[in-house]
């Protein structure tokens, strides 16, 4: 059974920590993504990564950095995290040449307080 | 214009009956079309993947398009209190990686 797996369920930070999310996918995928969910505004893409260390911005790559060493792990990170980025955060993976089919992890719940 | 409108509820019916979720597009280019599945406190599943237009129908769900009218729907027939989730449509011109999705609907259905 594919899977993609984030290690973090539930998170609470404080204004101005550093927070990692880390995503691991299982499915020998070259693509990887970051998205976060919120209420109203639906699915926004963080960023992507299509290759070990390549990454390419998304929608809302503001505040928000990224890492990619491992072709099956790839990590989120909040250099400085607050309050509006409070979230749910998705990791999706995809196969290359695929069109359409993104493996979801559970998500990620941030509360930046 | 938003590139994907879908109308986001929350749509509650009775158990049994059929459901019609639906999302409206304005890039000509999209080809591939999707409808995700959502449950509470989880990631979405892909449920239904549909290329170009017509139907494709999976047991009691049928995606449906017609890119005449950039106008996509799902239906699913004899709906269950096990369905109650967020149904999110998702496309692509096939070009790149890049998903745009529908902000989603929340679907109940009430035993």
Redesign the interface.
């Known amino acids: 059974d594919v899977k ?1 797996t984030q290690s973090s369920r539930y998170l609470v930070k404080r204004t101005g920590e550093k927070v990692f999310l880390e995503c691991v996918q299982d499915m020998d995928h070259e ?1 990887m ?1 970051w998205y976060r969910q919120d209420p ?4 926004r ?1 963080i960023y ?1 990564s ?1 290759d070990v260390k390549m990454k390419e911005k998304g929608d809302i790559p503001e505040g928000y950095s990224v890492s990619r060493e491992k072709k099956e792990r790839f990590s989120l990170i909040l250099e400085s995290a607050s309050t509006n980025q409070t979230s749910m955060y ?1 990791c ?1 993976s ?1 196969r290359q040449g695929n ?9 990620s ?1 941030l509360t930046v307080l | 214009q938003k590139e994907v409108e879908q109308d ?1 509820g929350p749509l509650s019916v009775p158990e049994g009956a059929i459901v019609s979720l639906n999302c409206t597009y304005s890039n000509s280019a999209f080809q ?3 409808w ?1 599945r959502q449950y509470s ?6 449920l239904m ?1 549909t ?1 170009s237009s017509g139907n494709k129908e999976d047991g009691r769900f049928t995606a449906q398009v017609d890119k005449s009218s950039k106008y996509i729907s799902l239906f699913i027939r004899d709906s269950q209190p096990s369905d109650s989730a967020t149904y ?1 449509c ?1 496309m ?1 011109d ?1 070009s790149n ?3 745009t ?4 609907t929340l679907l109940t259905v009430n035993p």
Do not use: D, H
Request: net charge positive; proline share 4%; aromatic share 28%.
């Open positions: 993609v693509n993504f109203g505004l639906g699915l893409l992507f299509y998705l999706a995809y069109t359409g089919e993104l493996f979801f992890g559970e998500g719940r | 986001p591939y079309f999707m995700y406190r989880k990631g979405p599943e892909l993947y290329y999110l998702a692509s096939g990686y890049k998903l999705f529908g902000k989603g």
